[in-house]
DNA sequence: GTACGTTGTTCCGTATACGGAACAGGGGAG
DNA sequence: CTCCCCTGTTCCGTATACGGAACAACGTAC
């Protein structure tokens, strides 16, 4: 490796960076210094002299620029067009668009599709963790299952996610939602 | 960095190969040699005695096994809060769903309704500040005015908005949407 | 004018991730 | 038993990613 198996992924990442950056209108100093890396290595990585990252220096920026450490790989991994990551379940389907990591919480931003007719099982999620449902279409019956809450378009809800909870559509209509989940960082 | 500052990232990472690894039945030699990486490597990191991997080798190794490099960091976890108001404008109606306060950045989760026929104008906010927006019906033109993003149903953009920024609907269709707005605390 | 605060780049010593090779242990095959 | 091929671990020299510091080229303030 760090021979030319991999052409052109010293510059991809560097150019998604760049771009990232300027879309913020960040420089490069500031974004190395909050970032806690340093200038010569965002620089030399930008410009592409620098190829081959360690995943801490681009978690480190991943994180300053608000977005998840996918957004800036080059596109496909291995193949399957699929530019965003999404769990499939029998009655769910969650797509993860953003992911956020703060000092004490991390935060994942869902889009959420919601099947008629099943119910999703989702297990408990780490002590502390709150999940806030947004509901734009259909109407869905969501929580734990000894209180279940019920909400209708427009409507929105919160729970506890630190036991076992189901999502379900009502009404035999599709749901889309936003669902945003929230855990405590030890 | 390489110190403690990211104390369990070294063996999230190797735990999470390995579990993979081992769900399909390959030999730490096989996948070492089948992703073109060093034994002692795999060996190291899979055992955490070797943690920050550089960039080409995680994505050799998620390749080989398949998945997206995500799948092989640490995941996500955190916590919440909660108020409620709606601000209306002469085409967007934002109303103020949940608010959270962690120790760098202050977040605010609106479900935004846009009409379309007219463009809603929002000032800079404070420099830094991200915008997140999720449409689930309609197609939406937002963003800053020299460089507008189009989204459709299910679409999804980010934005920096310290700089002022619009909103419209456009194919004379209602826009539903989520917009998420991250704004550093100084 | 000088003095600062930026910008992004380059130099360079140090830390470390890298893979080749050698290693011990475990099954089969004959 | 020996021989062979596999397993995963450890040793170690080399390659290189890292950040601190020095740098030139800008503005802006006074």
Do not use: C
Request: glycine share 12%.
């Amino acid at each position: 490796m760090g021979d030319g198996t991999t052409p052109g992924f010293a510059t991809q990442i560097g150019v998604r960076i760049r771009r990232l950056r300027q879309e913020r209108n960040v420089s490069l100093s500031a974004l190395a210094r909050d970032a806690g890396v340093g200038k010569a290595t965002l620089s030399g990585l930008e410009d592409g002299s620098r190829g081959n990252p360690t995943i801490e220096t681009l978690y480190a920026i991943a994180g300053r620029l608000g977005v998840p450490i996918g957004a800036l790989l080059p596109d496909p991994p291995q193949e399957g067009e699929k530019p965003l990551e999404t769990i499939h379940g029998t009655a769910v389907s969650a797509t993860l668009l953003e992911t956020f990591s703060d000092a004490d919480t991390d935060t994942e931003l869902f889009r959420l599709h919601i099947r008629p007719g099943y119910v999703q099982h989702s297990p408990a999620h780490p002590p502390g963790t709150i999940e806030y449902l947004t509901v734009f279409t259909g109407t869905a019956k969501v929580g734990p299952p000894d209180a279940l809450l019920t909400v209708g378009p427009g409507g929105h809800v919160s729970w506890t996610a630190d036991i076992p909870h189901t999502y379900a559509a009502i009404s035999g209509e599709d749901v889309f939602a936003s669902l945003l989940i929230r855990t405590p960082r030890n």
